[in-house]
């Protein structure tokens, strides 16, 4: 199919921003702020992503779904990987933020609440103030600074004793 | 083509791939589950750094090779990483003190990339800044548990000390192609990173109560390509697949 200008882009637009994240389904690449522009080019798709993380083994993933999911809706797509400007977790929207909170991940920091993230210390042994998802205490307490995914980290309520998720500020 | 900067991204490379191939080695045999979350973690890390890297290396290069072909079907005289990546695994403390000695060289290394007169290692060095900056935290994190432990992890983190600290000065070693690039404002200076490298030692171990040796021997060749014995088992592992079933993909 031969893309159609305006609607097209928008209708692409509109669905490779609905694509789920392989490892947290519940936020869509919107959530995540990954996607810098869609775009058109002759007659195909272009769709410019950034990545999380750079050993993130989502990133090829979630390309390979955002081509497929074009490719579905009947246009030629390309994905392009944008390196420049690096992704940061204050790209994550507020719904992103509260859909996380509510799978039982505490979102995380932004820039301008947490001092400690935007200097990217390399101090040791420092704390970081991280609420808890459940029940809000910020009474916890970091057990590891890795996760099941490159970009969490593990904490404890110990308020309500609930083992966590923290989404690392990036 | 730019055949000093591209052997300059060869040898980041490498030490991006041999440690992070030397760090998966502990998947699953971690002291406990959230090490054995933590080095993956990190090795993945390090990898997905490799891999930018090395395709950053096919585009200087631009003979159709792919970051496969630089990973995986090259000869042990041809990867640049130096020594201290390719150390073997050996205990805890060995495998922490190997990635804190590297991540404290890399840490100033990517702050300083981002005035960096290339945009594509400029690109990079935002992310992998961060990346880097847990890496430091965590095996810092471990290097003062251990030095300030038990008698055993202190005399373990100190055996671990003397065998790897040799390997630290290759680091900052200048070759000719290096020094091309730093003229032409790609990278920093190394005497620059080397002040740095030495504060964030000096801290950590000083919080550790493990002095900093003085070595007046040091370890060196992994730049040329003179590796040590341990490296060719390392890459006879890395290169199985692509040997036994070539050009195998999945």
Redesign the interface.
């Known amino acids: 199919m031969v893309a159609k200008r305006s609607a097209d882009i928008n209708a692409a637009r509109t669905i490779a921003l609905s694509v789920p994240d392989p490892e947290l389904p519940f936020l869509t690449l919107e959530d995540l702020g990954i996607v810098r522009n869609v775009s058109i080019d002759g007659d195909t798709i272009v769709a410019k992503l950034t990545?999380t993380?750079?050993?993130?083994?989502a990133v090829s993933v979630i390309e390979k779904d955002v081509f497929d999911a074009l490719t579905k809706a009947g246009f030629n797509a390309r994905v392009i990987r944008v390196?420049?400007?690096?992704?940061t977790t204050d790209w994550i929207t507020d719904t992103g933020r509260q859909k996380l909170k509510d799978n039982g991940i505490s979102p995380p920091e932004t820039k301008s609440t947490s001092p400690l993230a935007a200097k990217?210390?390399?101090?040791?042994?420092?704390q970081r103030t991280v609420a808890c998802p459940h029940c809000d205490s910020t009474n916890t307490e970091k057990?590891?600074?890795?996760?099941?995914t490159?970009c969490k980290a593990?904490y404890r309520c110990l308020h309500c004793r609930e083992p966590f998720d923290h989404f690392?500020c990036? | 083509m730019n055949p000093a900067l591209l052997h300059s991204v060869v040898q980041i490379a490498d030490d991006h791939l041999i440690l992070g191939h030397r760090m998966s080695e502990w998947c699953g045999h971690a002291p406990m589950l959230?090490e054995d979350?933590?080095m993956p973690?990190?090795a993945?890390?390090?990898?997905?750094?490799a891999?930018?890297l090395y395709t950053y290396a096919a585009t200087i290069e631009n003979q159709g090779r792919t970051e496969d072909d630089f990973a995986y079907l090259r000869n042990d005289r041809e990867y640049l990483n130096c020594l201290l990546v390719e150390r073997p695994n050996g205990d805890f403390a060995h495998t922490m003190l190997r990635q804190l000695y590297f991540a404290a060289y890399m840490?100033p290394f990517w702050e300083a990339m981002h005035k960096s007169t290339d945009?594509?290692l400029?690109?990079?060095s935002?992310?992998?800044?961060?990346?880097i900056?847990?890496h430091?935290?965590?095996c810092?994190?471990w290097i003062?548990r251990l030095g300030d432990g038990t008698d055993e992890s202190h005399e373990r983190i100190n055996n671990a000390v003397s065998a790897l600290h040799p390997y630290t000065a290759e680091l900052f070693e200048v070759d000719e192609q290096r020094l091309a690039g730093i003229e032409l404002g790609i990278f920093p200076a190394q005497a620059q990173l080397r002040q740095v490298w030495d504060k964030?030692i000096d801290q950590?171990f000083h919080?550790a109560k493990i002095k900093v040796p003085r070595t007046d021997f040091n370890q060196s060749g992994g730049r040329k390509g003179l590796h040590t014995e341990d490296f060719g088992l390392l890459l006879s592992q890395l290169q199985y697949l692509q040997r036994a079933y070539p050009g195998s993909t999945w």
């Not at chain 2, 935002?126 to 990346?131: D, G, P, Q, R, T």
Request: include cysteine; glycine fraction near 6%; charge should be negative.
């Open positions: 990545p993380y750079i050993g993130c083994p390196d420049s400007p690096a992704w990217n210390t390399i101090a040791l042994f420092s057990l590891s600074e890795f996760g099941s490159p593990q690392k990036h | 959230e979350l933590s973690n990190m993945l890390d390090m990898i997905g750094q891999r930018t840490h945009n594509t400029q690109a990079l935002f992310k992998a800044v961060k990346e900056a847990y430091i935290r965590h810092g994190e003062v964030t950590i919080q």
